[in-house]
């Protein structure tokens, strides 16, 4: 895996596109026909026709509460299995593309963990800090799980980040807004291909949501990152040149209700 010095913010990585999504380059996410199911009382059914994600491109996943955001998110996160799939296809430089479905049929759950954590980054709602670890170590997680060296590069982040004061702190010495930057800190300080994130700024008032979205935006595109966010805030993130991707509901008897994306 490419690795940049600790200070380089200023620009791409390694080349990389800056400030917009590469039309031209391989598909990070190449979806279609895929499938997953909740059963339940009501079986809740998430049909992806056809799903495209490129290099550098910000998604945004709009919609109500339940319509399948948070789902989708873990099928492309590597963490949930599809049930059915005609094509699932992952593609990170400078690995060589991964058949997602073939993985999960073959039962290869150690090429999908690997692949999730060198390739991908999750900010999770709640924040998913570990209340135990200082907030430094909390974001040190994943680079000291992949054996990266400690090369300053997680305070020049904290640095972008206006949290490099809080890294010998606990999470709960710091404020919640503080937290949920600690948590995009950790999901990219192991320079990962995509960082996904599930409503990163719900529980913030309009002000630091506004201004940690900015924030979180222009890093990701500085770096050259795949970003895909569930959101049900579409006017925000269309202000930041995000591209949509709608879910659309149909109950189609009492014993079902199909939630199909519309990419």
Known sequence: MNKAPAAAFSGPKDGAP?????????????????RKVWPGE????????????????????VGFSGCGKSTLLDLLALILRPDEA????????????????????????????????????????????LPFLSVGDNIRLSRQALGLADDGYVEAL???????PHLKKFPSQISVGERQRVAIARAMAHEPAVVMADEPTASLDPFNAERIMRLFTDL?????????????????????????VRFELDRETDRSVHSRVIG
């Open 158 to 164: 904290a640095e972008r980040l206006g949290i490099r």
């Open 86 to 129: 005609g094509c699932f296809m992952f593609h990170a430089d400078p690995d060589p593309p991964l058949d997602v479905i073939g993985c999960w049929q073959d039962n290869d759950l150690n090429r999908l963990a690997l692949t999730r954590m060198q390739r991908i980054g999750y900010v999770l709602q709640t924040g998913g800090l």
């Open 220 to 244: 990701v595109e500085d770096r050259g990152v795949t970003l895909i966010v569930a959101t049900h805030e579409w006017d925000r993130v269309r202000e930041l040149g995000f591209r949509r």
């Open 18 to 34: 800056a400030r917009e999504s590469d039309p031209g380059g391989a598909p990070v996410f190449l979806t279609r026909n895929v």
């Open 42 to 61: 009501t079986d809740f059914v998430l049909t992806i026709p056809e799903l495209v994600a490129r290099p550098a491109e910000k998604m945004a996943l």
